[in-house]
């Protein structure tokens, strides 16, 4: 099983100019899968998410506005890790237990390498424990 | 080649709580592609860009945040489609000719179904129209 040492920081192309900044997120390049999914989080208000761990779902965090201090914690360990800059990615294996504490008016952006599964999601904390023979 | 009736408005699913709103992406299914590229725009004044078509590739862009004209042109017509909700995406298939007018602080996402080849662009409006045969 995953442990956090395989949890990892990924550097995105980005091309700048006075008007606007461009960040690219290529399959198979930067991010190391094919993307099946993306999904937004756009929060009005400071609130903590996530409380979960996934089975077989990897997935590529990237904090477009804001910022979002996401804790990640293999069931030995815990470590901490701040995103709020769009070049800047989060890719969280499977079998990592992950939280997500937002401030007001952040948007994150999540590619995954599945569809959506309920089934694929562990939101227990004692039963993620129990999947990795921790507990 | 495909003609303006081709480009698609595109509702996505949304989970709206008090605090932040979730809104999904899902490759093969609202995504009538495989994701291969995503990449953002992000503005800090307002400006124009785009001003080009793609011979193989198609996007799907949604505005995030903020608010983004686009105008589409087939040659022979022309049309213009506001996007500023994060649940709504405009679909661009191949040989669109494209421009966006952006206001300051937006966030444009972009899912493609191609990996990015400097040579899928066509960058010249009347090499455009000739590619076309509309000239």
Known sequence: LNDLNTTEII???????????????????????????????STTESCKR????????????????GSCHVILDDGRTRKE?????????????PMIWAEQAYEANTILMVLT??????????????AYLKYRNVK
């Open 81 to 93: 890790v701040l995103l709020n800059q769009p070049n800047i990615g989060l890719l969280i294996p």
């Open 11 to 41: 550097d995105f192309p980005c091309v700048n100019s006075k008007e606007a900044s461009l960040f690219v997120y290529e399959s198979e390049k930067a991010v190391p899968f094919i993307v099946k999914r993306v999904f937004t989080i």
């Open 113 to 126: 390498d599945r569809l959506y599964e309920e089934s694929d999601y562990i939101r227990d904390y004692d």
């Open 50 to 65: 996530g409380f979960h761990a996934h089975k077989e779902c990897s997935q590529l965090l990237v904090c477009m506005q």
